[in-house]
Nanobody, 129 residues
């Protein structure tokens, strides 16, 4: 059973930094495709960053140059390093992983919510001005 557990959220002032972690268990496929999403109140869930097994990554335009996705396979942990945070970054942040079927049918280059079947419970990030 795949489990994803996020941590590291909190409150920070604009311009500050946070690092989110996602502890991954049960995700034992040879190939991995994982991503970070976020959802602000009243808005749709949006992709933030995505990472493939070859460590290739893609960031959303809104976070390009400020956020970095990475993974430590030895520790089964996914990270999102966030810097130069803005009030508009305030949201619940989720980590997600593609299911075995999705790994074969959905590209690991677009962080679309329907491309991912495993989700964590989310962690709140609040950025004040």
């Amino acid at each position: 059973q795949v489990q994803l557990v996020e941590s590291g959220g909190g409150s920070v002032q604009a311009g500050g930094s946070l690092r989110l972690s996602c502890a991954v268990s049960g995700y034992t496929y040879v190939r991995r495709c994982m991503a970070w999403f976020r959802q602000a109140p009243g808005k749709e869930r949006e992709g933030v960053a995505i990472i493939d097994s070859d460590r290739s990554t893609k960031d959303a335009d809104s976070v390009e140059g400020r956020f970095t996705i990475s993974q430590d396979n030895a520790k089964n942990t996914l990270f999102l390093q966030m810097s130069s945070l803005k009030p508009e970054d305030t949201a619940v942040y989720y980590c997600a992983a593609q299911t075995f079927r999705q790994l074969g049918t959905s590209p690991c280059s677009t962080a679309r919510p329907d491309y991912f079947g495993f989700w964590g419970q989310g962690t709140q990030v609040t950025v004040s001005s």
